[in-house]
């Protein structure tokens, strides 16, 4: 007997926890959440349901429990969510105007279906749990035709991690439930084992097609993200390529006079004065050329590179060939890569990063490498992202989409504390 006690206590806290959850997925669909450590939102979370445990549960059931559960939801939604306290109090009301209106309508509709009284229905665990876990159902389900109406931050994968944690705290639930009726002995075994066989066979399959479709949505997300980022990229170095373009016109314009005053100097006799004018604009950035390959996105890249970061001694070393890979492959694959590499010694003490371009009959080869002060992570065959490091799971999803793209495969290898970068591709890959 006591045993079965506890078996209802837990499933009169699972009944709250899906309220509590409920809420929380009501208030995300007008509100944004506030950046919170996981273990503190948890916590709260817990506090929460066992708050409107305390106060719903048993004899402590009353119209002063309801509006104090009421405060303890609109504390939790103040609390995890960035909104005036209007905004949160608007929330938390429609919630349990829905919740209360949906529970009234089951109330009603089950006893006509069944031609039976609500008290009898809610006397047997079993169906009790099951009119409960139907209730909660359809009110997720409004949620759902809200969020998708009215909600500003829709996103399939919030969506279906939602629906994925119902059924999995119902699936819970219902587990319990079945302990409780098996130990209560009110319905024959051999029904009660087939009842849950079908149950259980339901919610796996349902869980399981849950759980691929969430993995396939955020893998959507990510790429997306991916996407977004190497487009950033692309646009970045375009921009500062064509910055540079604009410098070298500028100074193109001005050269007539500068000529004028080199003309004046040598009429005048001034040679040490027209070399040290000719050192003066050799300065200038852009007329300065550190690469000089017959390939126009390696040139400007590598030496607006360069001359972003003079500290860090280059060694370049190419052949006589142009290096034929779309530009857009080009830019994000040679950019990452330099990015990467120069994140990783910019703080050292002496830097360098070696750059090798070389090309035979069938493959372009690029060839980097860097020594790195903070030792990268590889899971799974891919590097993750360290603090103050840019070994980043981004900028190397970029070089190997871009690298496949024009029929190439980039390679990533750390030894003795050098970051190596090797990028091969077919020339004749599309011809």
């Known amino acids: 007997m006591i045993l079965q006690n506890i078996i209802l206590v837990i499933i009169e806290l699972f009944y709250c926890s899906i309220d509590v959850m409920l809420l929380h997925y009501f208030c995300s669909i007008l509100m944004t959440k506030k950046k919170k450590n996981m ?31 009421f405060l303890i939801m609109l504390l939790y939604a103040y609390i995890i969510f960035e909104k005036a306290s209007s905004g949160a109090f608007i929330t938390v ?6 919740s209360g209106i949906v529970t009234l309508l089951t109330a009603s509709v089950v006893p006509m279906v069944f031609d039976t009284s609500i008290s009898s229905i809610m006397s047997n665990p079993l169906f009790r749990s099951l009119i409960v876990l139907f209730t909660k159902l359809l009110i997720l389900l409004i949620g759902f035709f809200c969020r998708n109406k009215f909600s500003l931050y829709s996103d399939n994968t919030v969506n279906l991690r939602g629906v994925l944690i119902f059924f999995v705290i119902v699936f819970v639930n219902l587990t319990f439930v079945f302990e409780f009726v098996y130990l209560s002995e009110e319905i024959p075994l051999e029904n009660l084992v087939l009842t849950m066989i079908f149950t259980f066979i339901i ?26 980022e190497e487009a950033n990229r692309k646009n970045e170095e375009y921009i500062k390529i064509a910055s540079d373009q604009v410098e070298i016109m500028r100074v193109k ?5 500068h000529l ?30 550190y690469v000089n390959t017959k390939n126009m996105i390696i040139n400007a890249v590598m030496n607006q590179k ?8 280059f060694k370049v070393r190419h052949d006589d060939n142009f290096y034929n890979i779309s530009d857009t492959a080009l830019t994000i694959i040679l950019g990452n890569a330099l990015d990467n590499a120069i994140e990783a010694v910019k703080f050292m003490n002496s830097p360098e990063v070696k750059v090798v371009f070389s090309e035979n009959e069938n493959y372009i080869k690029l060839y980097i490498e860097n020594p790195f002060s903070i030792q990268p ?48 591709v077919d020339k004749h890959f599309n011809q």
């Open 39 to 69: 273990f503190v939102e948890i916590s709260i979370y817990c506090i929460a349901v066992i708050g409107v445990f305390l106060l719903t549960y048993g004899t402590l059931f009353s119209k002063s429990g309801n509006l104090l559960s």
């Open 93 to 98: 009301s429609f919630y349990y105007i829905c």
């Open 203 to 228: 919610f796996i399959v349902l869980i399981t097609i849950l759980m691929m479709k969430y993995i396939d949505e955020k893998e959507k997300t990510i790429n997306l993200e991916i996407k977004l």
């Open 253 to 257: 314009h001005d050269l007539k006079n």
């Open 260 to 289: 004028v005053v080199l003309d004046s100097f040598i009429q005048q006799n001034g040679i040490e004065d027209a070399k040290k004018y000719l050192d003066k604009l050799f300065v200038h950035p852009g007329l300065k050329s």
């Open 306 to 313: 360069i001359a972003e970061y003079p500290n860090i001694r």
């Open 377 to 424: 992570i590889i899971r799974r065959g891919k590097f993750i992202t360290q603090k103050d490091s840019r070994f980043s799971g981004i900028g190397i999803n970029n070089i190997l989409q871009a690298s496949k793209s024009v029929g190439g495969e980039a390679v990533f290898k750390v030894e003795s504390n050098v970051f190596k970068l090797v990028v091969l």
